[in-house]
Structures are given as C-alpha cells and as structure tokens.
C-alpha cells in the first residue's frame, strides 16, 4: 500500500488513518512460511509541530516448528512501531528517520521489515519447553526417556556402592 503523505506535510494539523492487511505468505523461514494469513495492520500518519510520524500496530498468527521439540505451534503475535518520516536528510542518521521520497511511503515494506527485524529468535511452544532425547528422539514434554543412562567410567565403583 503507498500512502500519499503530501497532505500530511504540508498541514501541522493533518493526520492519516491507517486500517489495512499487508500479505507476508511468501516470507521464508528455513523453508517455512511462518506467516500464511495477512498481517493486520493499524495505525496513523500525523504531523504534529511539523514533526510526521507514522505509529502502527500489528497482529498476525506466526506458525512454525518449535525450536526444541519441532511441535507445530501457532502463536497470536502483536507488535507496535513508531518512526519520525522526513522529506529528506542532511546528516547521517538514516537509521532514525525514514526518508519519504515524493511524498510517498510504501507502507507494506516499512511493516515487513519492522516485522522481521522483531520476531523472536528462538520459536517455542511454551516457555517450559522440554525439547527432545538427543538419544532416543522422544518427546520429553509427553514422554519418557527411554534411553539406558551411561555412567561416567571414573563414577562406575560409586555406582555399585549406591546400589
């Protein structure tokens, strides 16, 4: 979605209401796409004292393996952003300001990479996640091991005492 900002430049007073869906299915994450429905988004574009910011909320449903134990899980995400937009820099601080050529911001790109650049790093279906045996390869959120644990051979004679 492009949003035509020249109104909200030009008024100290103007403002813009944002209530829209940006489509992220074709985002890959190790050959999964972890956001197959439209991210909802909503939000404004103000001017106040000649400053513009674009404030934006977000929510999505993030499906992927868990990281530890591979449990396909859904999670209801939500996100908040908020960037100061300029019609052109002087200096170096790209990183603070988002520049708006023409007067016009391509909103579903700021949102993607807002998004990306916030999830989680670690996906888990819960925080207490037990994950799985390196040994056996069963889950140890619903199972037991069944592995026979080895005893470290300088322990083995402690072993036959405690027995």
């Given at each position: 979605?492009?949003?035509?900002?020249?109104?909200?430049?030009?008024?100290?007073?103007?403002?813009?209401?944002?209530?829209?869906?940006?489509?992220?299915?074709?985002?890959?994450?190790?050959?999964v796409?972890?956001?197959?429905?439209?991210?909802?988004?909503?939000?404004?574009?103000?001017?106040?004292?000649?400053?513009?910011?674009?404030?934006?909320?977000?929510?999505?449903?993030?499906?992927?393996?868990?990281?530890?134990?591979?449990?396909?899980?859904?999670?209801?995400?939500?996100?908040?952003?908020?960037?100061?937009?300029?019609?052109?820099?002087a200096?170096?601080?790209?990183?603070?300001?988002?520049?708006?050529?023409?007067?016009?911001?391509?909103?579903?790109?700021?949102?993607?990479?807002?998004?990306?650049?916030?999830?989680?790093?670690?996906?888990?279906?819960?925080?207490d996640?037990?994950?799985?045996?390196?040994?056996?390869?069963?889950?140890?959120?619903?199972?037991?091991?069944?592995?026979?644990?080895?005893?470290?051979?300088?322990?083995?004679?402690?072993?036959?005492?405690?027995?």
């Amino acid at each position: 979605m492009i949003l035509d900002l020249r109104e909200v430049f030009s008024s100290k007073t103007k403002a813009v209401d944002i209530d829209t869906t940006v489509d992220m299915s074709d985002y890959d994450v190790y050959g999964v796409q972890p956001i197959a429905l439209p991210v909802s988004v909503k939000g404004d574009v103000k001017n106040s004292a000649d400053v513009v910011t674009l404030n934006v909320t977000v929510e999505f449903i993030y499906s992927a393996p868990c990281d530890r134990c591979a449990t396909e899980t859904q999670k209801q995400l939500g996100m908040s952003f908020s960037h100061v937009l300029v019609s052109s820099l002087a200096g170096d601080d790209e990183e603070e300001f988002i520049v708006v050529e023409n007067m016009e911001l391509d909103l579903d790109d700021v949102v993607k990479t807002d998004i990306i650049l916030n999830l989680p790093t670690k996906f888990l279906c819960s925080e207490d996640c037990k994950g799985v045996c390196p040994g056996c390869g069963r889950s140890l959120n619903t199972d037991e091991c069944v592995c026979e644990k080895e005893v470290d051979p300088r322990l083995a004679k402690l072993k036959e005492l405690l027995k």
